[in-house]
Each structure stands twice: as C-alpha cells, then as structure tokens.
C-alpha cells in the first residue's frame, strides 16, 4: 500500500497526532483519511504507520500516543490495539 501525502499550506489547522511536527500530523491524517475512506482494518492502517515510520523525519508515528490517538480516531475499539 502506498499512500501520498499533500501538505495544506492554506493555513488550515491539522488535528494533533502527536507527532513532532505540523507536517508530521499532516502525514499521519492523511493515512487517517485514507483509512476511513477505504475501510481499512487496524492492521493495514499500523502497516501504514509503519511504512511512514521508516522515513527519518516521521519516526514518531510508531509512538504509542500517536497509535493510540490514531486508533481512537478511526473508533477501532471493535479490533484489539496489539495483535
């Protein structure tokens, strides 16, 4: 899976992830965006965190706390946090 992520520069205010940065937050919803859209379990949207993860500047988005806003974001309570 593979998704792009488009920075708003517009000014519009990204919710907080918990990630170091606003483009950092932008990166990570996008993948919430995505993931809603599309209907995407926990897992692929993890493997999307982590696929974002691997790149230097947004190796937080394994953090716990931005997992966890994630998962509570997609309202995923139906499908267990670790697996």
Do not use: C
């Amino acid at each position: 899976m593979s998704i792009e992520i488009e920075y708003d520069l517009t000014g519009t205010a990204t919710p907080d992830y918990g990630m170091f940065s606003e483009l950092g937050n932008a990166a990570v919803h996008a993948i919430v965006v995505a993931a809603r859209a599309n209907k995407l379990t926990w897992a692929q949207t993890y493997r999307a965190l982590h696929q974002l993860s691997e790149q230097d500047q947004f190796g937080e988005a394994m953090d716990t706390e931005v997992r966890e806003i994630v998962y509570s974001r997609l309202d995923y309570k139906d499908e267990p946090f670790y697996f």
